[in-house]
């Protein structure tokens, strides 16, 4: 079964200027997730999708990210303008359910890591 | 809001020793917990999680967690370690809705010979 895709691996940019990253979950998964882990600590969810809806973006800076998941499927992350202290690991998530007591797993992709100089 | 605290930035553990890490939740109600490993390179990959029922709960690579509600805590641990078990550990509890987490700072093993 293939995992969590996430592209670019790396980007680097100057700040205020914009950026996008894309997920493709695992075939099948309903929800999807992401989160942004800055060096030295634990990942941060930004939003939370089920199917295409949103469920919890009540992290996510709304003034500069955004994210849409139009088809239900993947989903892409942009910033806009970006600040320095937007560089971290962006990480995708997904699983077969949202629901809490549905004995699923997320699973992680490998994420991209993203320097704002 | 749901919140955990993991008190150790780094630990050290000589190769077969056992380890704990420790981790602190703050919740009202019964939280869902999670430990997740993250190793150099790696994705953060799921070593076990309590939802209910029995409190001492086990997972993969040979690690097991207890939850204690009267300590508020869920602490990882292992009767033996591996060299290959050197990485981020990461403590987390459910938010409202499924698998979105708050995760804690994290706890970085070492494992020396």
């Known amino acids: 079964e293939a995992g969590v895709a996430q592209s670019p691996r790396y980007k680097i940019i100057e700040k205020r ?48 990210f955004s994210a849409e998941r139009l088809k239900g499927v993947d989903s892409t992350l942009k910033i806009q303008p970006a600040k320095l202290e937007d560089s971290a690991v962006y990480l995708c998530a997904s699983s ?20 704002v100089v | ?35 997740y490993v993250q190793s150099p390179g790696q994705g953060l990959q799921l070593l076990l999680k309590y939802f ?8 993969i ?10 300590q508020s805590s869920f602490n990882l641990r292992k009767p033996s370690v591996h060299w290959s078990d050197a990485a981020e550990y990461f403590c987390a509890v459910g938010r409202n809705s499924g698998y979105a987490l ?7 093993l070492l494992v020396t010979p």
């Open chain 2, 61 to 70: 690579k040979g690690f097991e967690a207890e939850f204690k509600r009267s």
């Open chain 2, 1 to 35: 809001a749901q919140s955990v605290t993991q008190p150790d930035i780094h630990i050290t553990v000589s190769e077969g020793a056992s380890l704990e890490l420790r981790c602190n939740y703050s919740y009202g109600a019964t939280p869902y917990l999670f430990w």
């Open chain 2, 102 to 108: 708050n995760f804690g700072k994290g706890t970085s």
């Open chain 1, 17 to 64: 200027q914009s950026v996008a990253f894309w997920c493709n979950p695992i075939s099948g998964h309903a929800t999807l997730y992401w989160y942004q882990q800055i060096l030295g600590q634990g990942p941060k969810l930004l939003i939370q999708f089920q199917n295409n809806g949103v469920v919890d973006d009540s992290q996510l800076p709304k003034d500069r």
């Open chain 1, 96 to 115: 077969l359910s949202g629901g809490k007591r549905v004995n699923t797993e997320a699973f992680f992709g490998q994420g991209t890591r993203l320097t």
């Open chain 2, 52 to 59: 209910s029922g029995d409190t001492l709960v086990q997972g």
